[in-house]
């Protein structure tokens, strides 16, 4: 009876805390999200900067370099998306006048008594989307400094990590904990680093499909595609929708090229998704994807699209950790796929 109660009273302590944790995520979320991002970036640029220091430069040096290095990358993108943000503000008026004809056709033709798209004024809509969207893209420069000075500590203090480890904990507890260290840098560095390829050859095929249709801004939407495929499900089918819906106000009354953009798209995103992708991630994360879909919707209302974009990484972590922790070890096998205990039940049986 007592252990039924502690047991009650350690579930709502549990509860409580997860509470906790979720509202103060929420609302420190200007500086735990460029915490977070500063720390998956680790496993992507410490393997340089230790490439570096084996080869005698100096750590604060090589972490200079790299530094420099993901600026300028971040501020080419940032130019990069800025320039195509402002050529479809340009071009809007444009379509803007093409897809009201197209509306009021399509209700004249079905003769509806009550059109939706006729009332709600979504040319507005769209409009102060793109605007919000390019002057959202400076503050990204701002919050890639912050990112940067987080980044730098980290990777300032990283190579003694191990050592206060050793020296703060037993020999078996610095084991285990410098081993679940050592496989969510390793399963996070070999996840981003595919995912990274396989999001840059999806925004290639769609660019070079959509310019052998003529879509217009084919590079848009390929670095569209390219971003968005790092939210798993869901990434895909929104970078799909753009091109698609311009291609049918791009060439009405034509039907041909909307129906090529669609196939061609969704040909890309299901190729790459079903078959090219399952055989260069394989059995990496072992995540559900009921697992990948809560990540997905808990980061995504929590943090927004940022959010999403972290979700997978963050499970990963946590499944990682719960399965090198003896008590956690169940949670781990429930955030799993269940794909290889599957297999060794029927190689077990055979």
């Not at 444009?94 to 009332?119: H, I, T």
């Not at 940022?306 to 990484?313: T, Y």
Request: aromatic share 12%.
């Amino acid at each position: 009876m007592i252990m039924d109660q502690e047991k009650k009273i350690f579930f709502l302590l549990a509860l409580l805390v997860l509470v906790a944790v979720g509202f103060v995520l929420k609302v420190a979320q200007q500086v735990v999200v460029p915490l977070v991002i500063a720390w998956l970036l680790t496993f992507v640029v410490n393997p340089v900067v230790e490439a570096m220091t084996k080869r005698k430069i100096p750590l604060p040096i090589a972490i200079l370099v790299v530094i420099i290095l993901l600026l300028g990358i971040g501020y080419m993108g940032v130019v990069f998306l800025q320039g195509r943000v402002v050529s479809i503000i340009s071009a809007f008026p444009k379509y803007e006048q093409r897809m009201a004809m197209l509306v009021n056709e399509f209700s004249s033709r079905m003769d509806l008594k009550y059109n939706p798209l006729v009332d709600y004024d979504w040319a507005r809509t769209i409009r102060n989307l793109l605007l919000s969207l390019s002057g959202s893209l400076f503050s990204i420069l701002s919050n890639l400094l912050q990112i940067i000075v987080f980044l730098v500590f980290l990777l300032l203090g990283k190579p003694y990590s191990k050592h206060k480890i050793k020296r703060a904990l037993s020999d078996e507890q610095a084991e285990r904990i410098t081993r679940i260290v050592t496989l969510i840098s390793s399963g996070i560095g070999r996840y981003l680093s595919a995912q990274v390829l396989i999001s840059f050859a999806t925004g290639f095929f769609v660019w070079g499909a959509l310019s052998i249709i003529r879509i217009d801004f084919p590079m848009t939407w390929g670095a569209l595609a390219f971003f968005l495929n790092f939210i798993p499900y869901i990434g895909s089918i929104v970078a799909s929708i753009p091109p698609i819906i311009l291609a049918v106000v791009q060439y009405y009354p034509a039907i041909w090229p909307f129906v090529v953009t669609l196939l061609a798209v969704t040909s890309i995103q299901m190729t790459i998704g079903n078959f090219i992708a399952p055989k260069v991630f394989g059995d990496r994360l072992n995540l559900s994807p009921v697992v990948v879909l809560l990540s997905l919707l808990f980061w995504g209302w929590l943090w927004g699209i940022v959010g999403a974009l972290l979700a997978i990484p963050i499970a990963s972590a946590i499944k990682i950790t719960c399965e090198n922790i003896e008590q956690l070890r169940p949670i781990s096998y429930m955030m799993g796929s269940g794909h290889r205990y599957w297999k060794e039940s029927n190689d077990a049986n055979e």
